[in-house]
């Protein structure tokens, strides 16, 4: 069975830093992308930040120039570096593997921007 394994959320102000991981433990045959989902209260779950298996990236407009996602293949682990966060950066964050034919998810972890 396939977890993702979310780590790194917390509480920080308005400027600082953030490192999230996630680390996937099962087994994944082929994976397509992995990335970084957002849910804020009341909105919807939308794409912050994904980077290919060829390692090609796209990020939401409102995280360009701010955060950058990596992966390490060997350990099928995604990274999200955020800087210069906002406090509308506050939300909860989710690890995606895109598995061509399945989809997962990890927990969440909580990202509170202060002011």
């Known amino acids: 069975q396939v977890q993702l394994v979310e780590s790194g959320g917390g509480l920080v102000q308005a400027g600082g830093s953030l490192r999230l991981s996630c680390t996937a433990s099962g087994s994944i045959y082929s994976i397509n992308a992995m990335g970084w989902y957002r849910q804020a209260p009341g909105k919807q779950r939308n794409l912050v930040a994904r980077?290919?298996?060829?390692?090609?990236?796209n990020y939401a407009d409102s995280v360009k120039g701010r955060f950058t996602v990596s992966r390490d293949n060997a350990r099928t682990a995604v990274y999200l570096q955020m800087n210069s966060l906002k406090l509308e950066d506050t939300a909860v964050y989710y690890c995606?593997?895109?598995?061509?034919?399945?989809?997962?998810w990890g927990q969440g972890t909580q990202v509170t921007v202060s002011s």
């Open positions: 995606n593997v895109d598995a061509f034919l399945n989809d997962y």
């Open positions: 980077i290919t298996s060829s390692g090609r990236t």
